[in-house]
């Protein structure tokens, strides 16, 4: 998608600390980090969010899991404990219209998830 700012990082058009990359997936530093590790992981194909989940193949689907602990691996998180979040829709307050899956980490995380 040609206005996506997502795309626009798969595509190297804009800069990002990469901390993973597969044939299916990137995963980058969130620019604004709500934990001392906070890395989006986003299919290298557009689709909107959950909701189209099923736009993408199974392939891509299980990639985009198989990176969140892959992911927390290479951040040293994988035994201290992580969160994944995904945002979907207005209520849940998604601001970037490409599906992606927050890895939060490295320090004691809220109990509260609202
Ligand atoms: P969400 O609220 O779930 O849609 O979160 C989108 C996240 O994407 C938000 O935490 C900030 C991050 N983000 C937005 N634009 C950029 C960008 O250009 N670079 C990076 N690294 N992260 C971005």
Redesign the pocket.
């Known amino acids: 998608m040609a206005d996506c700012?997502f795309c626009a990082?798969v595509r190297g058009d804009?800069p990002?600390?990469k901390v993973y990359e597969d044939e299916h997936v990137l995963a980058?530093?969130?620019?604004?980090p709500?934990a001392p590790v906070h890395v989006?992981i986003v299919p290298k194909r557009h689709v909107a969010n959950l909701n189209e989940l099923d736009n993408l193949s199974e392939e891509e689907q299980l990639a985009l899991l198989h990176a969140c602990k892959k992911v927390a691996k290479i951040c040293g998180i994988e035994e201290s404990g992580y969160r994944i979040a995904?945002?979907c829709g207005r209520d849940a307050?998604?601001?970037?219209q490409h599906l992606?899956v927050?890895v939060l980490g490295g320090g004691q995380l809220s109990v509260n998830m609202a």
């Open positions: 700012v990082i804009i990002s600390s980058f530093r969130d620019i604004n709500l989006v995904s945002n307050a998604q601001s970037v992606h927050h």
